[in-house]
């Protein structure tokens, strides 16, 4: 294997892009088979949005004991310390499986890649990097993750703010102090909501500027402890047979009820239920079509705005907060800790500004409506150019030339979020059109997928491997019309899932919806039948 130098040009059988969840198991899978693998990574350590996050109350919203790998050493020596693990918690658990499977040599960080053409020529990729590196690779592996690229409105008079401005992903790294400050966060998606209870709590004032109002669920946060782990330990390896099982990988049962067989009073019982063991229950556990009967959507986003209405004293602010326009989905669900209740405090103050947007910063605060909010700092939790945004900011091309971003101008299309017709030897790790489920899970699925591909191209000697235009016209078309029968797309508001939180972002949808089981279902038939949809050159 070649030592990566700055300036030169390096031969590897591989280039991984990320040491998060999906670069570090591309990276692992890669190295098993015996390839040369480097992998290049802009942040200090490894981790991705869990290096990058580092806000106050990032946390995962996936039960701890599945929102990680299903690691045989890991699972033995790994304890994890809460339901829902704090991002400190997260990145120490990648670094310790990026420690024991020695994956730190192979992993260039502070770098970030720049370009990668496909040289038909040679059957090998040239792939750039911002230190000047050039890497010729025979395998092009992207692990960029989902929420890697973060979208910033161009907010008229940003620059003309005298106060502090903190964007939640490049968060200070020792911390903010609010005390004794006015501060407001404009966003209320997932981060919005980790974040603002938090800043209530410290700052003199604050003012949460909300243009859509989410359904947040009641995280129901505890430590674990030593029953409960032993518990999850002796069962370790059915819970995680049972996460590949599970349409979105969780660790969440999934239920057959429909709610004409039962009545309305043990429907309102079953939601009630659903609420109080909180994070995602309502989505899967209550009823079996929450997902694909308007009906169904509604009975639970009544019960939701319900218990909005019965958390939040002021009236008027529990209406500004009970989402009326979306379905439940049409946004990913946030999971707070006592979001809500927030609401109460009178140090907080909620802004409405879906019908009067912010109209301009100024010296001293924001402009909503014609009213000055004087504020010392201003928190963007304004979200991601999720999936495709981190990839089409390379400059990727393929065969004569094309390139990725021209390709994907109506949004992306590919075989299993994994692989692009045009693209030879190029893979995804938690690509543009993998599962929505448990991301970590998602990670290895696809990494699994990609390494099985390499490994049978490297038996039958192939130098090129590359998906056929039918099978991503086929995946593609039946990714759609499988959302197309949910009821997430249905709504007013923006949703990155479909593309649409960012202006001028082609609209379609980002992730598979239909299962996990579904998508590995596609995948076990392609292998049984060795290949047909892949030419190995
Ligand atoms: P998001 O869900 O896209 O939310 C962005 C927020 O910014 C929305 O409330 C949006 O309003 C608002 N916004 C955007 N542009 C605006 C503008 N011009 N004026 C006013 N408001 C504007 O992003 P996110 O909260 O960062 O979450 C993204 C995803 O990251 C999550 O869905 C989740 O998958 C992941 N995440 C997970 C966790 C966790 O708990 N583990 C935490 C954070 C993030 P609109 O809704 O009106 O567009």
């Not at 033995?76 to 020695?102: D, M």
């Not at 379609?508 to 892949?534: H, Q």
Request: net charge negative; glycine share 8%.
């Amino acid at each position: 294997m070649s030592t990566a130098q700055d300036g030169g040009e390096m031969e590897f059988d591989a280039l991984v892009i990320g040491a998060g969840f999906s670069g570090l198991q591309g990276l692992k899978k890669l190295k098993d088979l015996g390839l040369s693998v480097v992998a290049i990574e802009t942040a200090e350590d490894v981790g991705g949005v869990w290096w990058w996050n580092r806000f106050p109350g990032a946390r995962t919203d996936s039960q701890s004991w599945v929102y990680c790998f299903d690691d045989d050493r890991l699972k033995k020596s790994w304890r994890w310390t809460e339901k829902y693990s704090p991002q400190a918690e997260v990145q120490a658990y990648l670094a310790e499986f990026a420690r024991i499977h020695n994956l730190y040599p192979h992993i260039r960080f502070g770098t970030s890649v720049t370009a990668a053409h496909y040289d038909e020529d040679a059957q090998r990729w040239s792939v750039r990097t911002d230190d000047g590196t050039t890497y010729s690779v025979r395998y092009f592996v992207t692990g960029t993750g989902v929420t890697a690229t973060p979208y910033v409105p161009d907010f008229p008079g940003l620059q003309d703010f005298e106060g502090e401005v903190l964007m939640t992903r490049a968060w200070p790294e020792d911390g903010a102090d609010f005390s004794g400050k006015r501060v407001g966060v404009i966003g209320t998606g997932s981060t919005g909501v980790s974040v603002i209870p938090l800043i209530a709590e410290q700052a003199e004032r604050l003012t949460v500027f909300q243009r859509t109002p989410n359904y947040v669920f009641p995280a129901r946060n505890n430590k674990l402890n030593d029953y409960e782990w032993a518990s999850i330990a002796r069962r370790y390896d059915d819970i995680m047979k049972g996460v590949r099982e599970h349409p979105f990988a969780f660790d969440i049962p999934v239920s057959a009820t429909l709610p004409d067989e039962v009545s309305p009073e043990e429907q309102q019982r079953i939601l009630e239920r659903a609420w109080e063991k909180g994070n995602h229950w309502m989505l899967f556990a209550a009823f079996a079509d929450v997902f694909t009967s308007e009906r169904t959507n509604k009975l639970a986003a009544d019960y939701i705005r319900e218990r909005i209405r019965a958390i939040v004293e002021d009236p008027a602010v529990a209406e500004k907060l009970c989402p009326k326009d979306h379905t439940l989905g049409h946004k990913r669900p946030p999971v707070g800790h006592d979001y809500y209740e927030t609401y109460n405090r009178p140090n907080v103050e909620l802004i409405d500004i879906k019908d009067t947007p912010i109209e301009r910063f100024e010296a001293r605060g924001l402009v909503v409506d014609g009213r000055l909010h004087e504020v010392d700092a201003v928190v963007l939790a304004t979200g991601f150019d999720v999936l495709t945004g981190t990839l089409n900011r390379i400059d990727i091309r393929g065969r004569g030339g094309q390139r990725l971003v021209d390709k994907w101008a109506g949004g992306p299309r590919t075989y299993l979020g994994v692989m692009v017709d045009g693209f030879p030897n190029l893979f995804m790790i938690t690509g543009p059109q993998a599962p929505f489920a448990n991301i970590p899970t998602v990670a290895e699925v696809t990494a699994d997928i990609v390494t099985e591909i390499v490994a049978h191209a490297r038996h039958r000697a192939s130098p090129e491997v590359e998906v056929s235009e039918d099978a991503v016209d086929g995946y593609s078309d039946l990714l759609s019309s499988i959302f197309d029968m949910t009821v997430l797309g249905r709504g007013e508001s923006r949703s990155w899932l479909q593309g649409t939180n960012v202006p001028g972002k082609s609209e379609s949808p980002l992730l598979w919806v239909g299962g996990l089981p579904g998508y590995r279902a596609i995948w076990a038939d392609e292998s049984a039948k060795e290949y047909p949809s892949l030419q190995f050159t």
